[in-house]
């Protein structure tokens, strides 16, 4: 009887203590977690010198259309007539019919500015993050067309499933009060 | 003079590959005539202000105070069930099921494990609160508050009982689960949880085909054997369980003393009610223990088994991280045993590394993951010998209870114990008395 008191509060007593040792356990967690923490929220972003525009970001991302979209930096484009990221590799003739155009969902328009000049403007409730235009207009442009995560569309996942699927680790976390990686025009010189 | 410039924009575009160096523009930006100015850029939408992560945890407090308050106090299964609704609305439909405490493991993990990640505070309280709640109510978030619990929860029509040796056999899924999501986040590859998160797709209404198909059926086995997921497969429950065995207070199926009716033996869709026990029969007893000694004895084996098995599957394993895959692929490349590249090899290739670089890389990575999974194979055949043991130990029982390691804390087996109506019967009378 004795022996049996002595047990229970033997169990109690490990009880306890490892109530207390698991309390400390998530203490630590949380401190460690305040600790490491920088304040600052972070979200997805790609990075657009790393990115090679393989087309992932259209295919990959949790949402059906994705968040990724294309962006034109108007400073460091050429404003070609011949435009590679508007127009297939050998376009049948130098016009905006649907043949001719490189982008799948006809998502950039092209516009006269004055001769031999024309502007070319994404239309992003089309673009659907392939890339195409941007690889084609890396290849033979200035590169002014580049990809970026939409923040009103990303849905911040833990994992980013594009960036999971990256094959050149473009994708990286950056601060939310500065949630774009863009292209700055005096990379010419 | 059109024509010309297109031949000669045409010409230019076909040397320019040649003659362009890195870092300068091919195409000189134009001098306009006409006194065009570049279109102001479209403002680009801002992210999700930090505010509504601190609300975020706010409103986990709030909701886990009263879900202590619902499953404990209250004792009603009714209001249980609003708030489970109401959380799995915010928490799932609003919040798009990101971020909960279940994936935040992985994030805890880095954390841990990589002195350079900053955690994002969400993550870092919604791993801590519910933690510290089990620690003093019992799983109250996985009763009222999950919304990934909640999703199976209301879908559950015809409970099916399912044998303790089987769901304690299937609940080795979950800490293998546990166990590959740590060893993956700590080396920095993957968030496993996040990827197969069978329920996200529901609550963003949208996403991957594969992942949406895995859902569809956990929730169509639902229907039948309650919260799958939950019991089989969740890495965080298998914390809360642990943690729920400590915990100050939990559920208890009778508010006062237990007579033993029986009424409530098949009340518990998920198995947790446990019957009162009797000492082991004398024959029994001694059959009892030595398959005791036994499993005891089969437990270094077990766990020797175990690790040698993950560190067999180091190859394998490594092969979830990109640079490893990568590091594969340029070595077939260079060897000449594959013709052509991939987007991950041409990737690499600009990048001006050198090859040698990246296969060092890709050697520490295997290494790492060859003592991360030898650790996962022990951890794996410990549990698995902890439950064989589990399974064959018989703990006295006087009372019907809730297991306080599986109970769910739903709420559902309270109106089952008359007891519990006497007590409703009582509060009503001091209410309508007063």
């Known amino acids: ?189 | 003079m059109t024509r010309l410039a297109r031949i000669t924009a045409f010409i230019v575009a076909l040397l320019v590959p040649c003659l362009s160096a890195l870092g300068e523009l091919r195409f000189p930006p134009p001098e306009f005539e006409s006194g065009y100015r570049f279109p102001e850029m479209a403002p680009l939408p801002v992210a999700r202000p930090a505010l509504y992560e601190y609300i975020d945890a706010a409103l986990l407090v709030v909701a886990l105070l009263l879900a202590s308050y619902l499953i404990l106090r209250r004792r009603s299964r009714r209001a249980i069930f609003g708030l489970m609704i109401l959380a799995l609305f915010y928490f799932g439909f609003v919040r798009d099921g990101c971020i909960c405490p279940i994936g935040a493991i992985q994030n805890v993990t880095l954390t841990v494990f990589d002195s350079t990640y900053a955690i994002p505070l969400a993550a870092a309280a919604f791993f801590v609160i519910p933690l510290v709640f089990t620690l003093f109510c019992g799983r109250v978030f996985c009763g009222a508050v999950c919304p990934l619990g909640a999703i199976q929860d209301a879908v559950l029509i015809h409970p099916v009982r399912v044998p303790r040796w089987l769901e304690s056999g299937l609940r080795l899924l979950a800490y293998t689960y546990l166990g590959a999501a740590v060893l993956f986040a700590a080396i920095g590859s993957a968030f496993l949880i996040c990827r197969y998160d069978p329920f996200v797709g529901f609550f963003r209404l949208n996403g991957n085909w594969n992942i949406l198909v895995l859902g569809v059926s956990l929730l169509v086995i639902g229907l039948f054997v309650g919260r799958p997921y939950c019991r089989f497969l969740c890495p965080y429950g298998v914390i809360l369980r642990q943690l729920s065995r400590l915990s100050k207070r939990r559920v208890t199926i009778t508010p006062s003393e237990c007579i033993k009716c029986r009424l409530c033996e098949d009340a518990c869709p998920f198995g947790a009610i446990r019957e009162p026990t009797e000492d082991w029969p004398e024959g029994e007893y001694k059959i009892a223990k030595r398959r005791l000694t036994l499993f005891l004895l089969l437990l270094p084996v077990l766990v020797a088994a175990g690790g040698w098995a993950g560190y067999s599957l180091k190859e394998r394993l490594a092969r979830v991280h990109p640079r490893v895959r990568t590091a594969e692929r340029v070595y077939l490349e260079e060897t000449g045993q594959v013709t052509g590249t991939t987007n991950a090899s041409d990737a690499f290739r600009t990048t001006g590394q050198t090859s040698e670089a990246l296969y060092k890389e890709a050697t520490e990575i295997r290494g790492q993951f060859a003592v991360g999974g030898a650790w996962l194979g022990v951890f794996i055949g410990f549990v698995a010998g902890g439950k064989l043991m589990a399974l064959s130990v018989r703990r006295r029982r006087t009372e019907y209870e809730a297991d306080p390691a599986s109970c769910l804390a739903c709420g559902r087996c309270y109106k089952y114990c008359p007891k519990e109506h006497e007590r409703r019967k009582k509060t009503r009378e001091a209410v309508g008395g007063r």
């Open chain 1, 1 to 189: 009887m004795a022996n049996d008191k002595e047990n229970l509060t033997r169990r109690k007593f490990l009880r306890e203590g490892l109530w207390g040792a698991c309390l400390a356990g998530t203490g630590t967690a949380a401190g460690l977690s305040i600790a490491r923490n920088n304040r600052d929220n972070t979200v997805w972003q790609i990075d657009p010198y790393k990115c090679i525009a393989c087309g992932n970001c259209a295919t990959f991302c949790v949402l059906e259309n994705s968040a990724v979209k294309c962006v034109q930096a108007y400073a460091i484009c050429g404003y070609c007539d011949l435009c590679t990221g508007y127009l297939v590799p050998e376009p049948k003739a130098l016009d905006t019919g649907a043949e001719n155009e490189l982008c799948p969902t006809g998502a950039i328009k092209r516009t006269y500015v004055e001769d031999p000049y024309y502007e070319y403007t994404i239309d992003e409730s089309l673009c659907n993050g392939c890339g195409k235009c941007v690889n084609g207009c890396a290849a033979f442009g200035n590169g002014s067309l580049f990809l970026q995560v939409r923040h009103d569309r990303c849905k911040n996942c833990n994992e980013c499933a594009i960036a999971a699927a990256c094959p050149s680790q473009a994708f990286k976390r950056v601060p939310a009060d500065q949630p774009y990686l863009l292209k700055k025009v005096d990379a010419k010189e």
